[in-house]
């Protein structure tokens, strides 16, 4: 089965600066997610990037996808203290309804 | 919007004991949920596949004695871990897809901290 490896595995930066997490994963996708977690807590979603886009931004966030090389960046512009958490990227295929392979996450520390 | 609800929240039980994990959507019927596992500091992995009116498609990996998936409703999975042990204290998520009506996502639930003491 697919699955995503982000990298770095944790970051920690001060607010302020950009942060840029990365994922990749192994076999075709249909859609890829960027979710956050934080501690002890659910999902929140962040953007969903579908195979025949290549860059979608919302707020501060930024997803690039490049199918060629089968992965994909989260970049957070002007990091918060209150984005401190972790950041999963997340496949599904074409027809699986949403069956999602998460990768290992990211887990961000931005300190004030 | 759309909300999946899970219930409980929390959970401790003793060794040997099931504990039933519920997934609702609040608004909207889900033929297919999903249930993850998440261990402290991990990522989630996939447990199954819970279908409305038939049985649930596990991973690899994942005993369906052990986890026992009930999708009785378009509204309701229920996952029950039973004769629980400490090794299944973990955090299990649950997932819902809207599918069509112009609108493709998927919904999580907050989460089920199970703790087998």
């Known amino acids: 089965s697919q699955q995503g490896e982000e990298d770095p595995q944790a970051l920690s930066i001060q607010e302020g600066e950009n942060a840029t997490m990365n994922c990749s994963y192994k076999t075709s996708i249909n859609n890829l997610q960027w979710y956050r977690q934080n501690s002890g807590r659910g999902l929140v979603h962040l953007i969903l990037?579908?195979?025949?886009?290549r860059e979608k931004h919302s707020g501060r966030l930024r997803v690039t996808l490049d199918t060629s090389k089968k992965s994909s960046s989260l970049l957070i512009t002007a990091s918060r203290a209150a984005d401190t958490a972790s950041y999963f990227c997340?496949?599904?295929?074409?027809?699986?309804?949403?069956?999602?392979?998460f990768g290992k996450g990211t887990l961000l520390t931005v300190n004030p | 919007g759309a909300v999946v609800s899970q219930h409980p929240s929390r959970v401790i039980c003793k060794s040997g004991t099931s504990v039933k994990i519920e997934c609702r959507s609040l608004d909207f019927q889900a033929t297919t949920m999903f249930w993850y596992r998440q261990f402290p500091k991990q990522s989630l992995m996939l447990m199954a596949t819970?279908?409305?009116?038939?049985?649930?498609?596990?991973e690899q990996g994942v005993e369906k004695d052990k986890f026992l998936i009930n999708h009785a409703s378009l509204t309701l999975s229920t996952l029950t871990v039973t004769s629980a042990h400490p090794e299944d204290s973990s955090f299990y998520i649950c997932?819902?897809?809207?599918?069509?009506?112009?609108?493709?996502?998927?919904?999580f639930g907050e989460g089920s901290w199970l703790t087998v003491v």
């Open positions: 997340a496949t599904d295929f074409r027809g699986s309804n949403y069956k999602l392979t």
């Open positions: 819970s279908n409305e009116g038939s049985k649930a498609t596990y």
């Open positions: 990037i579908r195979s025949n886009e």
């Open positions: 997932s819902a897809s809207l599918l069509g009506m112009g609108r493709n996502t998927i919904y």
